[in-house]
């Protein structure tokens, strides 16, 4: 809902009130009052919690109704947890965030590098944990990070999320008609990141396999990954406790190397093994972490 300014302006409101709060209570602390939070929408909100409920029949039928209620539930704790978290670290300037942060496979963004010089590689990741925190810190050491995203609806909370991520100098590019941007950055040498584990029109996406069942999802990480012969980088942020994090970088994956002649058929099979490569890749993560992954959203049709 874009035009919709009283509920934009009630939102805002809430939102700043949150954000005086987090500014009282220790980091800390923050993320206890949102797993409070995430408790009293898991009582309220009966849409997402339907979604979710459904998504974790999907993606774990072995697992029995109980078992698949208590996880649904700890989602909505990790998730308002992560959200006062998220609002809780903007107070944060480099040093303090980076005393909080722990980094694992650090050889992984150098091997990444190497692969793809002299231009950039990508960066992959998943609404999964502090995602947040994974791109400021990655951005921090090896920055700018470009990083590509869908504006929020709400235009005054979408500049507080702008603010935030472009605090410690990552760039941020517009999900529509992002490929200019993101060829753009990466042949200047920089590192482009996307999130690729959220569903997208049948018409924008290709059919692979996510726990099981065919998700539609977009392939431009995959042809632009060919195209340009650079690796992806999984990379995973995760909250500790008292107010840390881990940031874990994964193995880089690498493109097929395809002949100058291949025919159309062999590139679009080559771009459909590397997005099911990819979604396997995030759904090992995910099954390692389940209850901090997004499961409100109708991930498959």
């Known amino acids: 809902m874009k035009d919709a300014p009283v509920r934009h302006a009630v939102e805002y409101a809430a939102y700043s009130a949150a954000k005086g709060m987090t500014r009282l209570l220790p980091h800390a602390a923050v993320r206890r009052l949102g797993r409070g939070l995430g408790e009293l929408a ?21 697992l029995d109704p109980g078992e698949r209620r208590r996880r649904a539930r700890a989602c909505f704790h990790h998730f308002g947890s992560a959200v006062f978290d998220t609002v809780s670290a903007m107070r944060f300037d480099l040093e303090e965030m980076c005393r909080r942060v722990t980094v694992e496979g650090w050889e992984n963004v150098e091997a990444a590098r190497r692969s793809a010089a002299p231009k950039g590689f990508f960066v992959m990741s998943a609404h999964l944990g502090v995602w947040e925190m994974a791109a400021l810190t990655l951005g921090t050491y090896a920055g700018p990070l470009h990083i590509v ?58 059919d692979v396999p996510f726990f099981g069942h065919d998700a539609s999802t977009s392939p431009i ?35 097929p190397e395809l002949a100058d002649d291949a025919s159309d058929g062999d590139k679009e099979r080559a771009i459909h093994a590397l997005t099911a490569r990819y979604m396997a890749e995030m759904e090992g993560e995910i099954r390692a972490h389940p209850a901090k992954w997004l499961w409100m959203h109708r991930r498959w049709r």
């Open 149 to 206: 995203g869908r504006p929020l609806d709400n235009p005054h909370l979408n500049r507080e999320l702008v603010r935030h991520r472009q605090s410690f100098g990552n760039e941020l590019l517009g999900k529509r008609g992002a490929a200019r941007g993101m060829l753009r950055a990466l042949h200047g040498g920089d590192p482009v990141a996307i999130l690729i584990d959220q569903r997208v029109q049948p018409q924008e996406g290709i």
């Open 42 to 62: 898991w009582h309220l909100d009966r849409r997402h919690r339907r979604v979710t409920l459904a998504n974790l029949e999907l993606a774990f039928p072995e």
């Open 221 to 255: 990480l995959a042809r632009l990954s060919i195209r340009l012969g650079v690796p992806v980088l999984p990379i995973y942020g995760l909250p500790e406790p008292g107010g840390r994090y881990t940031v874990s970088l994964k193995p880089p994956i690498h493109p």
